[in-house]
C-alpha cells in the first residue's frame, strides 16, 4: 500500500510528511521545496487484540505500544502541483510519475486561505479552488495517456482489456476499468471516444484507482475555520482539518524527551530542559491538541480504513497459544481488504502456502474454515498448509 501527498506548492505537505514519519525533509515557505519525491513509513493505528485475548504480544512486522497496534504503511511526499503540470509546467511529468504506484492521495490544501494556487503569499483565497486545479490536472494526466494509445485502442475488440495494458503503469486494475466503463456508459469496442468522453472516464477512473481525502492544512491560522466549514459542506466527508507544523513540532518534542504524553491528547512539559521559547510554543501546541485531537493520525486512519476499506487480520502458527514458530505472541498485523478470503490471506503470507492452502483455523473458536471464508476485523487466523 502507498499513499501519496500532493497538493499546489507551500501548503505544508512536506511538514505534514516529516509530521507522519518524523523524517528529516526540506520544509519552507516558498514553491517547490520538494524537487525529488520524498519517500517513508508512517503508521495506521488500531487497539491490538492482545487485551481481548489476556494475552502480551511479541510484536514483529509492526509496533504495539500500550495496547495500540501500529501497522507500517509507505507514504510518499511528491513536488507541488501548479495548473498545465500534465503539459509539463512547474515539475510537470515528474511529479505526475511519482504518483502512478499510489493507492490513495492526500490532497493538502491552506485553509488559511493565505498562499495562491501557486503558492505565493497572498491575503486571501478560495482553498476550494486548489481541490479543483489538482484534480483537473490528474484527470488530464490519465487522459493524455489514454490519447496517446488511442490508435491502438480503436482496433481493439475487448476495451476493458486493451486499457488496462495502458493504464497498468498507473496501478489501475481490469476490475476498476470495468467499473468506470459501467458507470460513464462510454463504447467499449474499438475504443475511439473524443476528448469530453476521455476526460469523462479519467475522471471515473481516478475516483475507483486513486480516491483522495483533501486534507485542510493551518487550521491554526487566524481566519480558516470560516475556509474549513466550506470545504466540508462542499466536499463532504473527504475533508480534515489540521496543523502540520503543531502536530510536528509536539512529535519532535517527544522525541528529544522534552514533553511526556499523559493521555491521548495530553502531555506534561519537561521544564527543566524546555526553554522558555519552547514551553510558549508548546503551552499553545496543547491548547490546540486538546480542542481538535490528533487529526495527523485520524487522517492515515481514514486513508487506511475508511476509504481503502481494510482490516486487520492476525496470522499464528498456533492457534492455542496465538504464537508463530518462534514463540512470538500475534507477531504479525496483517492490512488486507475488506472481503479478502482465508486463501488471500494465505497468498499474502507466501504463495507456496497459498498454493498448497487446505484450510484455515479461527484461533479463537477453533473451528476449521474453508479456503473461500471471508476475513473479519482483528481474526486471529491459523492457515494450514501442505507447503513445507
Not at 501557486?118 to 494526466?141: K, Q
Not at 480504513?305 to 497459544?321: A, H, Q, S, T, W
Request: with cysteine; hydrophobic share 40%.
Amino acid at each position: 500500500m502507498l499513499i501519496g501527498i500532493i497538493g499546489a506548492p507551500n501548503k505544508g505537505k512536506s511538514t505534514l510528511f516529516s509530521a507522519l514519519t518524523l523524517n528529516d525533509v526540506a520544509i519552507a515557505d516558498y514553491p517547490f521545496t520538494t524537487i525529488n519525491p520524498n519517500m517513508g513509513i508512517t503508521y495506521a493505528t488500531r487497539e491490538c487484540v492482545e487485551r481481548e485475548l489476556g494475552v502480551r504480544c511479541n510484536a514483529r512486522n509492526s509496533l504495539c505500544i500500550n495496547g495500540i497496534r501500529k501497522i507500517p504503511v509507505n507514504i510518499v511526499d511528491v513536488a507541488g502541483l501548479v495548473e498545465g503540470a500534465h503539459e509539463g509546467k512547474g515539475m510537470g511529468n515528474q511529479f505526475l510519475n511519482d504518483l502512478a504506484s499510489a493507492d490513495i492521495l492526500l490532497l493538502v490544501v491552506d485553509a488559511s486561505g493565505r498562499t495562491d494556487p501557486n503558492g505565493n503569499p497572498c491575503s486571501s483565497s478560495d482553498p476550494s479552488m486548489e481541490v479543483s486545479t489538482v484534480e483537473n490536472e490528474l484527470i488530464e494526466w490519465i487522459s493524455s495517456i489514454i490519447k496517446k494509445h488511442m490508435g491502438m485502442l480503436s482496433k481493439r475488440m475487448d476495451g476493458s482489456t486493451a486499457l488496462a495494458e495502458v493504464l497498468t503503469g498507473l496501478k489501475i486494475s481490469k476490475e476498476q476499468i470495468k467499473a468506470a466503463l459501467e458507470k460513464t456508459m462510454l463504447p467499449q469496442v474499438k475504443i475511439n471516444w473524443p476528448d469530453k468522453d476521455t476526460n469523462s472516464f479519467s475522471s471515473e477512473i481516478l475516483k475507483q484507482s486513486k480516491p483522495f481525502i483533501i486534507v485542510a492544512n493551518k487550521i491554526d491560522v487566524k481566519g480558516s475555520a470560516e475556509n474549513l466549514r466550506l470545504l466540508q459542506s462542499k466536499f463532504g466527508k473527504t475533508v480534515i482539518g489540521c496543523s502540520a507544523a503543531i502536530e510536528l513540532g509536539i512529535k519532535r518534542a517527544e522525541r528529544k524527551g522534552i514533553i511526556e504524553f499523559t493521555g491521548l491528547n495530553d502531555f506534561r512539559i519537561n521544564e527543566a530542559i524546555a526553554t522558555k521559547e519552547q514551553i510558549a510554543g508548546l503551552d499553545y501546541a496543547l491548547k490546540f491538541l486538546r480542542n481538535n485531537g490528533s487529526n495527523v493520525q485520524e487522517i492515515i486512519n481514514t486513508a487506511v480504513f475508511g476509504v481503502l476499506n481494510n482490516i486487520v487480520v492476525y496470522p499464528v502458527e498456533d492457534e492455542n497459544r496465538y504464537k508463530d514458530h518462534f514463540g512470538n505472541v500475534l507477531p504479525d498485523a496483517i492490512l488486507i481488504r475488506q472481503g479478502s478470503t482465508a486463501l488471500d490471506l494465505a497468498a499474502v503470507i507466501h504463495t507456496d502456502i497459498a498454493k498448497n492452502m487446505l484450510y484455515a483455523i479461527d484461533a479463537r473458536t477453533k473451528k476449521r474454515l474453508a479456503k473461500d471464508y471471508v476475513l473479519k476485523d482483528n481474526d486471529v487466523i491459523r492457515i494450514v498448509s501442505a507447503a513445507k
